[in-house]
């Protein structure tokens, strides 16, 4: 689990952690497939300074934190596949979100440089996967909550060149 805007809301999504058997762990990683595989979960809502979800400097500290964490874990890390997941996506075909826009400056190097095969996220509510971007092949599962929204597919967009988009959700 990752925790996401809603989730913080009620006791900074300290419950959904501890359902998971994860305490209060905001960020974290885990391994799958005998080593094959390591997932490192973020916390995306410290990236975001616009969005009042957690008090500064807290916020700010535990931005530091988790990207100093990241950094060094997939530098670190020998696994063939390295997959990050984040509430929040670096990218999304429609326009006009500026989320988007401060997750990705945080944090697009970062997976670049270290040689994350894929980025996992949620937060609009439709499927859209990117073609490698930088190496990195970004994915939009936002299946829960709300129906599908519009996101523009009538407006231009030059990132929709490099984005395959369903308005279909994953089962």
């Known amino acids: ?9 009620s ?8 359902y998971f058997g ?7 990683k885990t391994k799958l497939a ?15 300074p616009s969005k009042s979800y957690y008090p500064e400097p807290w916020r700010a500290a535990q931005q530091k934190e988790q990207l100093t964490w990241l950094r060094r874990e997939l530098k670190r890390s020998k696994a063939p596949f390295k997959i990050v997941m984040g509430h929040h996506p670096l990218y999304f075909s429609s326009s ?9 400056e ?11 095969t894929a980025y ?16 990195v092949t970004h994915i939009v599962s936002g299946g829960g909550g ?23 959700f994953m089962v």
Do not use: C, W
């Not at 945080?106 to 994350?116: A, I, K, M």
């Open 106 to 116: 945080t944090l697009e190097r970062t997976l670049t440089e270290n040689g994350v």
């Open 1 to 9: 689990p990752v925790l996401g805007n809603h989730d913080i809301k």
């Open 22 to 28: 994860l305490g209060t762990k905001r960020f974290y």
């Open 146 to 168: 709300q129906g599908p929204r519009n996101f523009g597919l009538d407006r231009p967009n030059p990132l929709r060149q490099s984005l395959s988009v369903s308005n279909q």
């Open 120 to 135: 996992l996220s949620g937060h609009h509510h439709h499927y859209e996967r990117s073609k490698p971007i930088g190496g």
């Open 11 to 18: 006791d900074g999504g300290h419950a959904q952690m501890r």
């Open 96 to 104: 006009g979100y500026t989320r988007e826009l401060v997750v990705r």
């Open 34 to 48: 005998g080593g094959q595989v390591e997932l490192f979960a973020l916390d995306t809502t410290v990236l975001l």
